[in-house]
């Protein structure tokens, strides 16, 4: 699609390449909200969770969910799950009621008091099953409603390809004097084939420009290349050259 056009330019946006994490869909998941008992007993036990409000429902894999009740270890399961079992008299009390929305709540809870203790950091993998984990919750001004925004913070790359005239494009040279403020070279110790020359150029126009720096080397040392720099006006800058005897 044409992403603009104007005076001979042209922007166009080809997509989006295939990020390296996927975007959560959620449809692996089920989303748990507190209710009040008004039994008195449970009412009291339960009664902070529900007063949590959003920040105490649960985002659950469906994986560790089965509504039919049959299914032990599950969030669900029911009487039936537990008869079911072979020798379950055998099992210790609670066997089959382990993983329930109590469970998954408490783990969570823990793991957010050990973020705000420092014990652990975001980055770390498991982050528990509170909704807020993965998305954000803003309540409406307006009406008593929730919203929940789940943000991508990952890394896209998008292809976008430029148009333009070739009447309308010119090459620019930035020209600028220099000089060289200072020279240094290191002797040859004895029995040593190697040195080193420190040149000190500065940029004395008024542009950001290149320099080219050479050194015309005498008979008995081997050739050395030339070095680029760029300089802002004004800029010094000092380049060292390795220099290598031919005698050996």
């Known amino acids: 699609d044409t992403l603009a056009s104007q005076k001979g330019l042209i922007a166009k946006i080809h997509g989006d390449y ?4 996927v975007i959560e869909t959620f449809e692996d998941k089920m989303l748990f909200v507190p209710s009040l008992s008004q039994r008195k007993k449970t009412k009291r036990v339960y009664s902070r969770v529900y007063k ?13 969910v089965d509504l039919s009740g049959l299914s032990c270890d599950k969030v669900g399961v029911g009487y039936t799950g537990f008869k079911n079992q072979i ?3 055998n099992y210790k009390n609670g066997s089959c009621l382990n993983n329930q929305l109590w469970d998954l709540y408490q783990e969570s809870e823990k793991i957010r008091s050990d973020k705000k203790k420092g014990k652990l950091h975001n980055s770390d993998k498991d982050k528990g099953y509170f909704l807020e984990q993965a998305c954000k919750i803003h309540k409406s001004t307006s009406v008593d409603r ?3 925004r789940c943000e991508d913070l990952s890394t ?9 005239e070739a009447d309308d494009v010119t090459l620019v040279r930035n020209v600028a004097s220099g000089i060289i403020s200072k020279i240094n070279s290191s002797r040859f110790e004895a029995l040593t084939e190697f040195g080193r020359v420190s040149v000190e150029i500065e940029n004395t126009g008024t542009l950001t420009s290149g320099f080219n720096i050479g050194i015309m080397c005498p008979k008995g040392l081997t050739t050395i290349n030339n070095k680029k720099a760029t300089l802002t006006a004004g800029e010094r800058k000092s380049i060292e050259f390795r220099v290598q005897s031919l005698i050996r």
Request: a positive charge.
């Open 18 to 21: 295939a990020p390296l994490s």
């Open 52 to 64: 949590g409000g959003a920040s105490s429902w649960l985002l659950v894999p469906v994986s560790k």
């Open 87 to 89: 020798s379950r008299c």
């Open 146 to 148: 929730l919203q929940v």
């Open 156 to 164: 896209h790359t998008t292809k976008i390809t430029l148009e333009l």
